[in-house]
């Protein structure tokens, strides 16, 4: 088969389709043949070396796919060849085909494109165990989306509306606000001209959920801008490892600070991919069925032009960028 390999750590241009070993699934794998990867943040940080694989995963990069899975693993009984399905990984999905945990598929919602498909189990996981699951979104609460106009962002806004809340979201450009208007979003943020702890505070009670995907740049912001009670969740350090904290801030807020991400957490067991799977597929996929949340994908390009790929999402993309694969 073949899948797209780095020559080194660096540009876009290291990477290359070229001729890899077939797979075969191990216990409780399924082969799954690859239609569709998307692109991530992360994909761009393995190829320039920031973000090694979790140990014993491929290191082919590509952390969600869509296809039609074509060889059964021992062990796997609910699911069977044929079937069309996109899947949460941890690498491996740059690939004519891709091993994956059975606990990781989620069939194809309704009669969603089975290319689009593969721009959802990224997002849709981050946003889903981080606001929902863990967050406890629910109608009435303030959210605010740092980057309302990624992948994630636009996948947040619309889930945080379905369910009730009302949603304020930063974007550095007229163009990917006026987008997140159009997706629901309530109060919109041009970080480049406006601050945006002073619009929220000066428009709601302050954020009960934040979703930041800066890290140390927008720390001590962040708890500004929370409400009472509030909780910032942290899945990105765009802006910097290290930061200060006043816990002053944060004692008078009775507020909380959470960082999580999704690469790395087991397969089965507590905090476990399976169990977000299993509860996406139950409450989030129904909205998807419904049209309620929907893909929002930029563009779409051949595995071939993966180098073009990435600079699109290091550019203006809105939303998700996604590959073909023969």
Not at 71 to 92: F, I, P, Q, S, T
Request: hydrophobic share 45%.
């Amino acid at each position: 088969m073949h899948a797209i390999t780095l020559t080194e750590f660096g540009t876009p241009d290291v990477m290359r389709w070229t001729e890899v070993p077939d797979l075969r699934p191990e216990r409780g794998q399924v082969i799954v043949d690859v239609a569709a990867a998307g692109v991530n943040r992360a994909d761009l940080m393995q190829r320039q070396g920031f973000y090694p694989p979790p140990p014993g995963a491929s290191e082919t990069l590509g952390l969600e796919c869509s296809g039609i899975i074509s060889e059964l693993g021992e062990g796997v009984y609910d699911w069977k060849v044929g079937d069309r399905v996109c899947a949460l990984l941890a690498g491996g999905g740059y690939a004519e085909q891709v091993a994956v945990p059975a606990t990781q598929l989620f069939p194809i919602p309704g009669a969603l494109d089975l290319h689009a498909a593969a721009s959802l189990p990224e997002v849709a996981s981050t946003v889903w165990s981080n606001l929902v699951m863990y967050g406890g979104l629910r109608s009435g609460h303030v959210v605010l989306l740092h980057g309302g106009g990624s992948g994630i962002g636009t996948h947040a806004i619309q889930v945080a509306k379905a369910l009730g809340a009302t949603v304020a979201v930063t974007a550095g450009s007229r163009a990917k606000l006026d987008f997140c208007a159009s997706l629901g979003a309530d109060i919109l943020i041009d970080y480049k001209e406006q601050d945006f702890v002073e619009v929220l505070r000066g428009s709601t009670h302050g954020a009960d959920l934040i979703l930041d995907n800066m890290g140390a740049k927008y720390l001590p912001r962040n708890v500004e801008a929370l409400a009472m009670d509030g909780t910032l969740i942290t899945i990105g350090m765009q802006g910097g490892l290290t930061g200060e904290l006043n816990f002053g801030a944060l004692l008078g807020k009775r507020g909380t600070i959470h960082a999580a991400g999704l690469r790395g957490r087991p397969e089965t067991g507590p905090s476990s991919k399976a169990d977000i799977v299993a509860d996406m597929t139950a409450r989030l996929w129904p909205m998807i069925e419904e049209g309620v949340v929907s893909p929002v994908v930029h563009a779409e390009l051949p595995i071939t032009e993966a180098a073009e790929a990435h600079r699109l999402l290091d550019a203006d993309a809105i939303g998700k960028v996604i590959l073909r694969v023969p």
